[in-house]
T-cell receptor, first 114, second 110 residues
């Protein structure tokens, strides 16, 4: 399975600022995904990022709030813009790899917004 | 809309006490059902993928089964290191996204 790293692992940010989260994979992958896990909740897909095309956002998530870049087949970034305390969550990237659509997850970025 | 419901929300067992976790799902067409383990402060770790009713997969003390409406994760003679949150997710045909349940928080006491 792919080895996935995320930076930063955690951060504490002030309201109104933005944070960019990086996701690096050790092999080329077609699809990368960004999920949010709010405190005590399960994972919710934010968007799907394919290299060379615009990210596809799920209902309730918009590009102005969560811009995503996918410059190559091993890297993606998610920016959380104009943050509020409600954005405090764990943000996870995953990649589509291995047998039949199995997704593998990174370690996550724990974001706290004050 | 795809839905996944896991039960119980939390389960506390003694070491060696076998039990099962339930995942009930609703999808228009199942492409795959996935089980993950998540330890505190970490990302989900892939365990199993099941594709069709009747399928079973095993890994150490864990066995996952699938019917047309639900999946079970059976834990046999668990050890304290099996303590974690177990997540179930489904993938609809023609879609890439995973829809997750709320998870079952499993605690194994020594």
């Amino acid at each position: 399975s792919a080895v996935i790293s995320q930076k930063p692992s955690r951060d504490i940010c002030q309201r109104g600022t933005s944070l960019t989260i990086q996701c690096q994979v050790d092999s080329q992958v077609t699809m990368m995904f960004w999920y949010r896990q709010q405190p005590g909740q399960s994972l919710t897909l934010i968007a799907t990022a394919n290299q060379g095309s615009e990210a596809t956002y799920e209902s309730g998530f918009v590009i102005d709030k969560f811009p995503i870049s996918r410059p190559n087949l091993t890297f993606s970034t998610l920016t959380v813009s104009n943050m509020s305390p409600e954005d405090s969550s764990i943000y996870l990237c995953s990649v589509d790899g291995g047998p039949a659509d199995t997704q593998y997850f990174g370690p996550g970025t724990r974001l706290t917004v004050l | 809309e795809d839905q996944v419901t896991q039960s119980p929300e939390a389960l506390r067992l003694q070491e060696g006490e076998s039990s099962s976790l339930n995942c009930s799902y609703t999808v228009s067409g199942l492409r795959g059902l996935f089980w993950y383990r998540q330890d505190p402060g970490k990302g989900p770790e892939f365990l199993f993928t099941l594709y069709s009713a009747g399928e079973e997969k095993e890994k150490e003390r864990l066995k996952a089964t699938l019917t047309k409406k639900e999946s079970f994760l059976h834990i046999t003679a668990p050890k304290p290191e099996d303590s974690a949150t177990y997540l179930c997710a489904v993938q609809d045909q023609g879609a890439q996204k995973l829809v997750f349940g709320q998870g079952t928080r499993l605690t194994i006491n020594p």
